[in-house]
């Protein structure tokens, strides 16, 4: 059974950063694509990142770029999300997803998905 476990949210203010992790279980996270998705209240969910774990290639979010960098620890099955110079318009849940299908990663379609975690970011 995969899991996905998102850590490291909380609450900061603007100009912080914070460290979000993704421990994944079940799951061979060094297959197809990870990714990191955002959902502010009232909005909907969108991709933050791509990270395809086979070949180390990123896609980010215009939002974050130069501001958030993704990262993966293949020993530990755990993906990274620093997250630097945080917005008060990052405040959002943050979700940790997974998929083992090159195909469905090219159109940011994923199978599995963590339960998330906090961010909020005040001015």
């Known amino acids: 059974q995969v899991q996905l476990v998102e850590s490291g949210g909380g609450s900061v203010q603007a100009g912080g950063s914070l460290r979000l992790s993704c421990v994944a279980s079940?799951?061979?996270?060094?297959?197809?694509?990870m990714g990191w998705f955002r959902q502010a209240p009232g909005k909907e969910r969108e991709g933050v990142v791509r990270?395809?774990?086979?070949?180390?290639?990123?896609d980010y979010n215009d939002a974050v770029k130069g501001r958030f960098t993704v990262a993966q620890d293949t020993a530990k099955n755990t993906l990274y999300l620093q997250m630097n110079d945080l917005k008060p318009e990052d405040t959002a849940m943050y979700y940790c997803?997974?998929?083992?299908?090159?195909?469905?990663?090219?159109?940011?379609?994923?199978?599995?998905w963590g339960q998330g975690t906090e961010v909020t970011v005040s001015s």
């Open positions: 990270f395809y774990t086979s070949h180390g290639a990123t």
């Open positions: 079940g799951y061979d996270s060094t297959s197809a694509c």
């Open positions: 997803s997974a998929e083992p299908s090159d195909s469905r990663c090219s159109i940011h379609a994923y199978t599995y």
